[in-house]
């Protein structure tokens, strides 16, 4: 699976998807990322990327020449399945969401910056907008790095034991049940006994109680009737 990532900051994506689970995938040719520096596509003698809103207003906004022409470029080198913008006000990214993401093979991830993107951009150019919730990061490179790590661990073989990925929270609508390691008993609490039994079949019922019950105490929302 490929992701072309579009930045002006692209020093930020650098550490988050350089390391652990992603860099081995990476390393393994599971993954491709390519962080691209929008201010390539800047215009004139100082790369311009920005520039004050029409009608006013603070802060400044990612012009659409320099971005369509990256975009373009990209375009010209591989088919993408979906042109994804970061954004607040986007649909809201879920397990679901990266689910379904985790089937394309290229994406291409657009991270905005101080006031956003030309809405033209967004309406001709943009096939997905995507928000990481609902509050406003200075940028979308962390929000892309969440996308890419969310989608990225789903790619078969990306995860050491491909079971893994399916005990997630959330991939069986349920939160994950906890997780207990060695030694048995810590400054005096203990581990649940269920746990120490080595009655598989019990130990996972007793995790799904637990799922259960965590889900209807934190997140009632996603509970089904
Ligand atoms: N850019 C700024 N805030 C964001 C958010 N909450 N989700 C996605 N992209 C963003």
Known sequence: M???????????????????????????GLLEIECVDLRTFGLGAYRQVD?????????MVLMAEPLVNCIENLKRQRTYDEIIYLTPDGK?????MANRLSLNLN????????????????????SLEVSMGDYVLSGGEIAACALVDAVGRLIPGVLNDETSALSDSFQDGLLAPPVYTRPAEFRGFPVPGILLSGHQARIDEWRHEQALQRTAERRPDILGD
Do not use: T
Request: charged share 25%.
């Open 51 to 59: 520039d004050y809103p029409y009608g006013g207003g603070a802060g």
């Open 92 to 96: 809201r990214f879920d397990q679901p």
């Open 2 to 28: 490929h992701f072309s990532i579009i930045s002006v900051v692209p020093e930020l994506l650098e550490s988050p998807l350089g390391h652990s689970m992603i860099r081995r995938a990476r390393d393994r």
């Open 107 to 126: 994406l291409m991830l657009i991270c905005g910056h101080y006031k956003g993107i030309d809405q033209r951009v967004r309406d001709h150019w943009v």
